[in-house]
């Protein structure tokens, strides 16, 4: 089976321009989150998707958006970047449904520098 | 609220030495689920193993094995006869039915392992 593949895998944008990554997850799972990792905050929580529906949002503020689609394939869009928008993005797959403690797996990232 | 913290930031051994990595947890939810991640210099976060909540027997898998103390809310990681492969950053992670699928990571161990 193929793992989560996250697209593109690096990017440089500037301030204030927007950005779109995107997420396959792992064929047959229907779970779909999202993290941010930095050197000064670690691996923080954005969002989870299931079933084309947030479950579940992390303490980041609304220019952080995402979605779902049919096929399990997620996307997140950061608006009006600031320079603390530059980090690795990880997208994660899991089979189960919300809440039941199923490994997640995780994609190879989009690491975003902004300028 | 959640908690993983991971008080050893940086462990540097000589190759076939054996390591522990310590993981301290704090959680309300009675039914959780723990974690270890590993992620090599390539970024992409390697699912490790799980655990839950109701299991505390030990696991061993090869050359790692794995310690879950309910009593003292740990779930400390060993690699036995270390390798140089092993050289990574290592992370422990929480989820709860009460959170969702969300992981709650703790702030990484930076394993070095030395020829």
């Known amino acids: 089976k193929a793992g989560v593949t996250q697209t593109p895998r690096y990017l440089i944008k500037t301030r204030g321009q927007q950005v779109t990554l995107s997420c396959s997850p792992i064929?047959?799972?229907?779970?779909v989150s999202w993290y941010q990792q930095t050197p000064g905050q670690g691996l923080q929580f954005l969002f989870e998707?299931?079933?084309?529906?947030?479950?579940n949002k992390g303490n980041f503020p609304g220019r952080f958006s995402g979605r779902q689609f049919s096929n399990s394939r997620s996307e997140m869009n950061v608006s009006t970047l600031e320079l603390g928008d530059s980090a690795l993005y990880l997208c994660?797959?899991?089979?189960?449904?919300?809440?039941?403690?199923?490994?997640?797996?995780f994609g190879p990232g989009t690491r975003l520098t902004v300028t | 609220a959640q908690k993983v913290t991971q008080a050893q930031t940086e462990i540097s051994v000589v190759e076939k030495e054996d390591v522990t990595l310590d993981c301290v947890y704090e959680?309300?939810?009675?039914?959780?689920?723990l974690f270890w991640y590993k992620q090599p210099p390539s970024g992409e976060l390697v699912f490790l193993i799980r655990?839950?909540?109701?299991?505390?027997q030990n696991e061993i898998s090869g050359r790692y094995s794995w310690n879950f103390q309910k009593s003292t809310s740990s779930f400390n990681f060993t690699i036995t006869a270390s390798q140089v492969v092993d050289s990574a950053v290592y992370f422990c992670a929480l989820s709860s039915t009460g959170a969702g699928n969300m992981l709650t990571f703790g702030g990484g161990t930076r394993l070095m392992v030395k020829p």
């Open positions: 998707y299931f079933s084309e529906t947030q479950r």
């Open positions: 655990r839950n909540s109701f299991d505390e």
């Open positions: 064929s047959g799972h229907r779970s």
């Open positions: 994660a797959s899991s089979l189960g449904a919300h809440g039941k403690g199923y490994e997640q797996y």
């Open positions: 959680t309300r939810d009675t039914t959780y689920y």
